[in-house]
């Protein structure tokens, strides 16, 4: 996992490095930890348009998720120009796929509903290389929510007019 937030950071820096107007981060200890490095990096620290704010909740799940942005957006002192919803990798194998689908398509509408001037993206649920008191053969299946999941995403995304984040420089272990 440390792994995986260290290039998530990298990727981070290469997607927002230019970005101009103020983005949102939102998500659990991937955003956490990548927002750390951020924080002490020499690019977040540079003269620019750009404002970076990370919103990461470690363990967070999608309910969690919501309570947080929630409560970021009552706070906020501006709108966010975009918001990167980096989320759900706490929820693989906790709960069924189904209502993981269902939560989702609440977020979604959720979200929609705080701005419709904002852009909302989606950015791939990252693979897992394990979670904790998961059985030895449940991998497989693991892995097989996980990118359903993330197609289920990518095309509430089109439908509703966000966009989305593919990872492929991230993959599972064989």
């Given at each position: 996992m440390v792994g995986?937030?260290?290039l998530y950071t990298r990727w981070l820096f290469v997607l927002c490095g230019d970005c101009t107007g103020i983005t949102?981060?939102?998500?659990?200890?991937?955003?956490?930890?990548a927002g750390q490095s951020w924080a002490r990096s020499s690019v977040a620290h540079r003269d620019s348009?750009?404002?970076l704010v990370f919103i990461?909740?470690?363990?967070?799940?999608i309910q969690q998720i919501k309570r947080t942005l929630m409560t970021a957006w009552m706070a906020r002192s501006a709108d966010p120009d975009v918001v990167i919803?980096?989320?759900g990798s706490n929820d693989l194998g906790q709960i069924a796929c189904r209502e993981f689908?269902?939560?989702l398509e609440s977020?979604?509408?959720?979200?929609?509903?705080?701005?419709?001037?904002?852009?909302?993206?989606?950015s791939d649920i990252l693979p897992r290389t394990n979670i904790r008191n998961m059985r030895p053969d449940g991998f497989g299946a693991l892995?097989?929510?996980?990118?359903?999941?993330n197609r289920f995403a990518r095309r509430l995304c089109a439908r509703h007019g966000g966009r989305f984040l593919k990872h492929p420089e991230f993959s599972a272990p064989d």
């Open positions: 995986q937030w260290i949102w981060i939102v998500g659990d200890s991937i955003v956490f930890w348009t750009n404002q990461g909740t470690r363990g967070a799940n919803l980096h989320i689908r269902d939560q977020l979604w509408d959720f979200v929609q509903c705080l701005s419709m001037r904002c852009e909302w993206v989606w892995q097989k929510v996980h990118k359903q999941i």
